[in-house]
């Protein structure tokens, strides 16, 4: 007997490329219909023509507040409160503290990683939790676990993501919306195609998104994917300081000045 289509609606954030467009052709594959916002209107078209099924297309800067809330709004106007609402949209460069050229990238890296995580979810949680039901996801990294050389903004904003999404599935505690965090290690899309060091258990971005949705469907608390990754990231933890600097020094950095 086939599957049933899937009823759900998500809503998505950075779903033009890399593990957004992936999760994008997942759940549109299962049936649901797809609210789909990043910054490039060309590519979030070309996307949603690609995918089976009617979904909607935001192209806004998650960083804009106020673009978020009228996207969050149209969407909820056409088809309620979605049962998933996806956080993925992130940006990464590398950076130097001693570089002053460097600082707005710091900034901006913020602004993407972590306040445009709270404004995805910020629109959705007062009808989530009316419904008490519901998925808040947010899209996290392994180099949150650890400071990485060369990617300070990148491993803080991870960080800082990784105990917001913890905090918040505490206050949802009880409420029936489930906060799900997901730490991915090394997945092959257009921001690590970058990267110039190797790279261990790379995923590609379909192999990824497969495995996000299981665990967005169990209402997992925390994963780490590929599982090997958590594996080493759980042995990092344990690294003394001196270790792991020396160790950490020589590492391979990912490259300066990228377009954010």
């Not at 599935?169 to 489930?178: D, I, L, N, P, Y």
Request: hydrophobic share 50%; net charge positive.
């Amino acid at each position: 007997m086939p599957a049933l289509a899937s009823t759900e609606t998500c809503f998505l954030t950075g779903a033009s490329s890399g593990i957004g467009a992936a999760l994008a052709r997942h759940y549109a594959a299962t049936g649901a219909t797809l609210g789909l916002a990043a910054r490039s209107q060309h590519r979030l078209s070309e996307l949603a023509a690609e995918l089976p099924g009617t979904h909607y297309c935001y192209p806004l800067d998650i960083a804009d507040a106020a673009a978020v809330q009228a996207a969050a709004a149209d969407f909820m106007a056409r088809h309620g409160c979605p049962d998933i609402v996806i956080a993925n949209a992130g940006v990464s460069a590398g950076t130097l503290t001693a570089e002053a050229g460097d600082l707005p990238a710091f900034r901006r890296i913020f602004e993407t990683n972590v306040i445009g995580m709270v404004q995805t979810f910020q629109p959705f949680v007062a009808a989530m939790k009316a419904r008490g039901s519901g998925r808040l996801v947010g899209i996290a990294s392994v180099a949150g676990i650890r400071g990485l050389p060369g990617a300070g903004a990148y491993s803080a904003s991870k960080a800082a993501a990784i105990a917001y999404l913890e905090a918040l599935r505490v206050e949802m505690h009880g409420s029936g919306v489930r906060v799900v965090t997901i730490a991915p290690g090394y997945i092959a899309t257009p921001m690590t195609a970058v990267n110039r060091y190797w790279m261990p258990f790379l995923m590609p971005a379909d192999a990824a998104a497969a495995r996000f949705a299981r665990a967005i469907e169990c209402g997992t608390s925390y994963a780490v994917i590929p599982w090997q990754m958590g594996v080493v990231a759980k042995l990092l933890r344990l690294l003394p300081n001196p270790l792991f600097d020396a160790l950490f020094a020589r590492a391979g950095r990912k490259p300066r000045g990228l377009d954010l």
